[in-house]
Each structure stands twice: as structure tokens, then as C-alpha cells.
């Protein structure tokens, strides 16, 4: 009994040995390009943790909010971040958990990244600010906004979250989820599984993009760093994402604000439609504009389509 009890502990410890190699390999892989290193990177030390961002330009003050999906950064406005920079004082920042910014081991929430906003633009860029955000960070801006509306100008959204989706809460099974993902050696190979260059590419080419052949290899190696640099710290804030932490129901302050909104689309994105009407049913003002043969990273896709609305727009 003994015996068989020595080997089942000696297994375990070599499978669980082997599982940590295989993580540090898989960091180590994913980020020596140091894709995302830039002489242009600052730092706001913010109380949660540094938040790193990128100014360029003179002009309005304009502040640009990436997705919360695995891999994202400020990277994703990589293709337009120049051409704004034309007529407006850009900043992009990678929120807490994400790209450069630091990942402490905590529930990130809707709440934190509002606060984070608000603070960002009243000790970084000193000025109203006006804001473009994509996916889940729309309804960021959108709670930001309704929090403290003086700080913030203009706001442009590039296919919002749906407000539906918006409404689930942690359950019992999300939980769980959590508490998996967020443990040290199993919970990290469960995320770096999830979190290979194979599964970005079918993100892209399913979701991301509607025209598969533009997702190039720069792309899928800027979301592999995003996920995993300095090491496995990012899966805390892919838990908090997936498991619903971040959502929050935002139809009253969707209802009350009173600042220029805009909605940019992509024409071929799922149920783009019903999402889109959902935001403008709530709040009547919204304007809404298609980018055609685009998904939900339009701006990425099609830059220059993106960048002729955003000039008219803003």
C-alpha cells in the first residue's frame, strides 16, 4: 500500500514538474520577439499598479480604450493611432492585467477600469478628453462617463458589447472557473492551451476579421505577447473576463448621459444589428455608421475606412 502510494506521489510530482516546464517554455516562447517593446512607452503609476501608455500628437486630447478579450493592448489601434495623431493629442493605454501594464493577482471589475479612466485623464492628460473604445471597454467609457461626465468629451464606440451579455453575472460555475484558471500550475497550462498563436488565428479569422487572409503573423504575435509578458500573470485579469466579473449593467447611465456618442460596426460581425439597435433604443441620441466587409476589429482590418469616420466624427 505504501509502495503504490510512493508511486502515485512520484508520478504526480513528475506530470506536475513537467506541466511547469511546459508553462515556462511556453512564456518564454511566446515572448521573445518583445513585439511590444517601444521607446515611446510611459508609465502612469496608478495605486492598483503602472498603467503603461503611448502619447502622440498635438491637438484634442483623445484616448483610446482597447478590447478585453485575451491578447489585447494598445496595439490593436496600431493600423490608425498615426493618422489620429494628424489632428489630435492620442493616448493609448493598456488597461491594468493587460499588454505592458502590471497584473496583480486580483478581481478585475468593471468599477476598477471606470476609476482607472477617470483617474488617468485627470492626472495624465489634464484635460476633457474624448474616447474611442472598442468591444467591452464601451460600456467602460459608457460608466466613466455617467460617473464623471466633465472630464469627458466625445465618445465614439467600435462594436459595443452587447447590452445582453452585459447583464449575466458570476454564477456558481463561473466561480469555479475562476478558481481553476487562477491556480499555479494547472490553471496556468489551462490558459496557455487557450491562449496558443493556433487559437488567436481562428479567433481572428472566425471573429476578429472577416477577410481571413488579412490576419498576418505581426498580428497573431502581438495578441501571443499581450497574453503572456512578463509571465503568467495575464490570466488573472482572462479570468475575471471570462467569468464575468467585468460585466455591468449599464442601461441606466446609458440612459442619462447626455454627450455625443457614436457607434462604429463592423457590417459582416454576428448580430451586430440587434446589438447596435439595443444601444440606440436606450439612448436615442447615439449615431450609428457600418464599416463594410469588417468584423469586430474593424479598425485593425480596415483602417482607413475607420479612420474617414472618425475624422467626420470627431
Same mark, same amino acid.
Given at each position: 500500500?505504501?509502495?503504490?502510494?510512493?508511486?502515485?506521489?512520484?508520478?504526480?510530482?513528475?506530470?506536475?514538474?513537467?506541466?511547469?516546464?511546459?508553462?515556462?517554455?511556453?512564456?518564454?516562447?511566446?515572448?521573445?520577439?518583445?513585439?511590444?517593446?517601444?521607446?515611446?512607452?510611459?508609465?502612469?503609476?496608478?495605486?492598483?499598479?503602472?498603467?503603461?501608455?503611448?502619447?502622440?500628437?498635438?491637438?484634442?486630447?483623445?484616448?483610446?480604450?482597447?478590447?478585453?478579450?485575451?491578447?489585447?493592448?494598445?496595439?490593436?489601434?496600431?493600423?490608425?493611432?498615426?493618422?489620429?495623431?494628424?489632428?489630435?493629442?492620442?493616448?493609448?493605454?493598456?488597461?491594468?492585467?493587460?499588454? !505592458?501594464?502590471?497584473?496583480?493577482?486580483?478581481?478585475?471589475?468593471?468599477?476598477?477600469?471606470?476609476?482607472?479612466?477617470?483617474?488617468?485623464?485627470?492626472?495624465?492628460?489634464?484635460?476633457?478628453?474624448?474616447?474611442?473604445?472598442?468591444?467591452?471597454?464601451?460600456?467602460?467609457?459608457?460608466?466613466?462617463?455617467?460617473?464623471?461626465?466633465?472630464?469627458?468629451?466625445?465618445?465614439?464606440?467600435?462594436?459595443?458589447?452587447?447590452?445582453?451579455?452585459?447583464?449575466?453575472?458570476?454564477?456558481?460555475?463561473?466561480?469555479?472557473?475562476?478558481?481553476?484558471?487562477?491556480?499555479?500550475?494547472?490553471?496556468?497550462?489551462?490558459?496557455?492551451? !487557450?491562449?496558443?498563436?493556433?487559437?488567436?488565428?481562428?479567433?481572428?479569422?472566425?471573429?476578429?476579421?472577416?477577410?481571413?487572409?488579412?490576419?498576418?503573423?505581426?498580428?497573431?504575435?502581438?495578441?501571443?505577447?499581450?497574453?503572456?509578458?512578463?509571465?503568467?500573470?495575464?490570466?488573472?485579469?482572462?479570468?475575471?473576463?471570462?467569468?464575468?466579473?467585468?460585466?455591468?449593467?449599464?442601461?441606466?447611465?446609458?440612459?442619462?448621459?447626455?454627450?455625443?456618442?457614436?457607434?462604429?460596426?463592423?457590417?459582416?460581425?454576428?448580430?451586430?444589428?440587434?446589438?447596435?439597435?439595443?444601444?440606440?433604443?436606450?439612448?436615442?441620441?447615439?449615431?450609428?455608421?457600418?464599416?463594410?466587409?469588417?468584423?469586430?476589429?474593424?479598425?485593425?482590418?480596415?483602417?482607413?475606412?475607420?479612420?474617414?469616420?472618425?475624422?467626420? !466624427?470627431?
Amino acid at each position: 500500500m505504501n509502495k503504490k502510494l510512493g508511486t502515485v506521489i512520484a508520478l504526480t510530482g513528475i506530470a506536475t514538474f513537467t506541466i511547469h516546464m511546459i508553462n515556462r517554455v511556453q512564456f518564454s516562447v511566446s515572448t521573445v520577439k518583445n513585439n511590444l517593446g517601444c521607446p515611446n512607452n510611459k508609465y502612469y503609476e496608478w495605486r492598483f499598479g503602472k498603467i503603461r501608455y503611448t502619447k502622440k500628437g498635438t491637438g484634442t486630447p483623445l484616448l483610446l480604450l482597447h478590447d478585453l478579450t485575451a491578447g489585447s493592448s494598445g496595439f490593436e489601434f496600431s493600423a490608425i493611432v498615426d493618422s489620429l495623431a494628424e489632428k489630435h493629442e492620442v493616448y493609448t493605454m493598456d488597461f491594468l492585467g493587460y499588454g !505592458l501594464s502590471d497584473k496583480p493577482n486580483i478581481t478585475y471589475t468593471n468599477y476598477l477600469y471606470v476609476q482607472s479612466i477617470i483617474d488617468f485623464i485627470k492626472n495624465v492628460i489634464g484635460k476633457k478628453t474624448s474616447i474611442i473604445a472598442t468591444g467591452d471597454a464601451a460600456p467602460i467609457a459608457v460608466m466613466a462617463c455617467h460617473n464623471d461626465g466633465e472630464v469627458i468629451d466625445k465618445m465614439l464606440f467600435i462594436n459595443p458589447q452587447s447590452i445582453n451579455k452585459l447583464n449575466q453575472v458570476p454564477s456558481k460555475q463561473t466561480k469555479l472557473l475562476k478558481f481553476l484558471i487562477d491556480t499555479p500550475i494547472i490553471g496556468t497550462f489551462l490558459y496557455n492551451i !487557450l491562449t496558443r498563436k493556433e487559437s488567436f488565428r481562428k479567433n481572428f479569422e472566425e471573429e476578429y476579421f472577416y477577410n481571413s487572409s488579412a490576419v498576418t503573423d505581426e498580428i497573431l504575435s502581438n495578441y501571443v505577447e499581450a497574453s503572456h509578458v512578463p509571465d503568467f500573470n495575464a490570466k488573472f485579469s482572462f479570468a475575471s473576463y471570462v467569468c464575468r466579473y467585468m460585466n455591468a449593467n449599464i442601461i441606466h447611465a446609458l440612459k442619462e448621459i447626455d454627450h455625443s456618442m457614436y457607434i462604429l460596426y463592423g457590417e459582416m460581425k454576428d448580430d451586430i444589428d440587434t446589438i447596435v439597435d439595443n444601444y440606440v433604443y436606450f439612448n436615442q441620441s447615439i449615431e450609428t455608421f457600418s464599416i463594410p466587409d469588417t468584423k469586430q476589429l474593424c479598425h485593425l482590418e480596415s483602417p482607413d475606412s475607420v479612420i474617414e469616420q472618425i475624422n467626420i !466624427l470627431l
